[in-house]
């Protein structure tokens, strides 16, 4: 089942790994997308 | 080299890690791991944990962590930017083992440690990390949130364009999974044109094929071939299974059997040379589905099994849905009802 955090969304810090109940190294999305490679720097290509 | 000088190395290091300059960045961290022992403890602290960045974009996430070992040794003299640093940066390579709930633990650990005096891209690029990882764990509304947050870090500033084109294409598939299709392929296009602008290739195959997601989620197989053929050409080795299972699901959907056979062909045996199990068993459900129908309800009974003996359950859930309609069509209430309450794990 989808899991949707609703009532948590409020200023400031939100400690969300000690309340979500599925936390399951194993258990969890493996969806088919893709965020990119290990590089989270900006691109000299776009100065 | 100079002692005075080693601030300015230090500086001038990171910034080639930040602008993505990579020989630049060999260079200057040749020049300095020669004089490590010269180094006082201050100094050290700021070379690990600047050495750990390093190693990410080369792609050495395992020496990033031993970097991030020796750099907590210094813990106790670490500055309050220090310690974000040290928690984003373990936090980042957990998302890359495909670690999210560790991910998330470490990177609120780097939460506490942010200030507003912070510059823009690396506050922006925290709530992208954090976006990213919410999205995998399946909570769409703070991925949301973290994408917001990281776009309005991102849009002042122009050479963050590449950052920004990231954080959309979480925006979209965040869209994707509410059901949003429209609002999901703006996103997804933006992040497209971006990536072409800015010749980024790497990003560019995986914007195609989040297209192709998209597209296979609404139906298009066709649609979605056009996408996922320019990603499978992009020649990302990360996500090249992952392009090479729906290219083969959207042939089988167009009638091409002969080219759904080949990508199918392929991925399997990749997946056999990487001893990757969960794709192996994907691929093979796969090809039960559409080509070896006499033998798809036990091949798809042992994939989700195994799903659920590694505790996959966003597969058992994907497989099991799919399983229960099956029987449901064919009126087997007792086997569909079993699947059914799987789906819900």
Known sequence: ?47 | MEHLGIADHLHNWTLSIQLDKKEAAHSIYEKLNKHIVEYDTETLAAYFLIESRYHTIVGNLQESRQSLAKAREYEEIFTELQHYKLFFAEGFIYYYEKQYQDAIATLEKAEKYMSPSMEPAEIGEFHLIKAMVYYFLDITSLSAVHAAKAVENFKTLEPLSFLLARTELVLGMNHLDMSDYETAEKHLLTALSTCKKIKNHSLLASANLNLGVLYVTRGLPATAIRYLEDALAGKQKRIELNVLFLLADSYWKTNQAGKAMQAYSEGFQKSLDRDNTKTKWEFAMLHKKYEDRDNFEIVWKEGIEYFRRVNDKYNVRTYSKELAQYYTDKKQYEHATTYYLLALI
Not at chain 1, 10 to 22: L, Y
Not at chain 1, 24 to 41: H, M, R, Y
């Open chain 1, 1 to 47: 089942m989808k899991k949707v955090v609703f009532s948590v969304i409020v200023i400031g810090t939100i400690i969300i790994s000690g309340v979500i109940g599925f936390s399951n190294q194993d258990g969890l999305a493996d969806k088919k997308g893709d965020f990119g490679s290990a590089i989270l720097s900006f691109n000299i290509l776009d100065k």
